[in-house]
């Protein structure tokens, strides 16, 4: 990271001289407007109707358990810092994101001055504009993150990042923190797109993406999604259940259950997106492109693709 932007987000701040000075627990004036919940309220970390902000994470001091009333993410600077989220332990190591939807239960251990944190506090409406960016992607990766982030009722509430090793995505983040820092022209609208290019990165090395143990069904869907976007021309149903050893019936119902669609309906629409990517940025045939996504029957893809986009494929690269 840039050494300025370090220099800044290590200075030691009010809040962390007073707990150097022999302060025990956290002020919850700073945090919380309700003594009686433990939910960090928006309106004390997020000022002046900002949709996004960052902060330092306080060090030196152990934070119980607590909720948001907003989307989190951490981002480890340098170091480490230790996390429970839903009382699984996470060790966020440097380079690395956390991102934790409302609903997630919270605890961090005591940091130390070398261990250098950013949290993000965004609000949900936040995320509008850069959803837009990667709506046309079509991607169910796309959704099955966005909807670890925003829904309820989800027994997975974070998404760990191992990025530290993605250089497109720690330029980013560094980009983020310095707009959010300074007073740059354009300032809104730099972010949202930031973010736009984060979630693309984030879907192009899902890989690299950890949700959490306590759920089964997320944890095989994601398997599933990963394995539909890599694998789209040979993809079969019957064949990742007979390779993770499962029930097709009962992986069918948990896709179903977590996407909306079948493994059938995710399999078409991967491969109808890669039609469209290659009608507009190739010279290959139709019939070409229709082999290269795994249908041999041309026939078929001319109606599969004409019904889901009311054009044939040749108008729709004329179009595009």
């Avoid at 370090?6 to 003594?35: F, M, W």
């Avoid at 902060?55 to 480490?80: A, D, L």
């Avoid at 398997?223 to 259940?241: P, Q």
């Amino acid at each position: 990271m840039n050494e300025l932007l370090l220099n800044k987000l290590s200075k030691i701040t009010n809040e962390e001289k007073e707990i150097l000075a022999g302060r025990k627990t956290v002020d919850r004036a700073l945090y919380y407007s309700d003594d009686r919940k433990n939910e960090i309220d928006s309106s004390r970390v997020l000022k002046n109707g900002k949709l996004i902000d960052i902060r330092p994470h306080t060090r030196f001091i152990h934070f119980p358990k607590h909720t948001h009333n907003y989307v989190e993410f951490v981002y480890m600077v340098r170091g480490e810092t230790t996390h429970f989220i839903d009382n699984e332990k996470i060790v966020l190591k440097e380079g690395d994101l956390l991102f934790l939807n409302q609903h997630a239960i919270q605890e961090i251990m005591p940091a130390s001055e070398n261990d250098i944190a950013v949290n993000f506090m965004v609000l949900p409406q936040f995320f509008d504009e850069a959803f837009k960016m990667i709506s046309a992607e079509q991607s169910a990766l796309r959704d099955f993150i966005i909807s670890t982030l925003t829904l309820k009722d989800q027994k997975s509430n974070y998404l760990y990042f191992h990025a530290s090793n993605i250089v497109p995505v720690q330029n980013l983040l560094e980009n983020l923190i310095w707009n959010l820092l300074e007073d740059e022209p354009n300032k809104r609208s730099m972010n949202q797109i930031t973010m736009g290019l984060l979630f693309l990165s984030m879907i192009n090395h899902s890989d690299d993406i950890e949700i959490s143990n306590n759920s089964f069904d997320q944890q095989i869907t994601m398997e599933v999604l990963r394995y539909i976007d890599t694998e789209y021309k040979d993809a079969s149903l019957s064949v990742f259940a007979n390779n993770h050893k499962m029930d097709i019936y009962t992986l069918s119902r948990i896709i179903k259950k977590q996407t909306g669609s079948t493994f059938k309906q995710l399999l078409e629409a991967r491969k109808l997106d890669q039609a469209c990517f290659l009608l507009k940025n190739t010279t290959l045939t139709v019939e070409e492109i229709a082999l290269n996504i795994g249908y041999e029957n041309l026939s078929f893809f001319y109606r599969l693709f004409q019904k889901n986009y009311q054009l044939t494929p040749r108008e729709y690269r004329l179009k595009a």
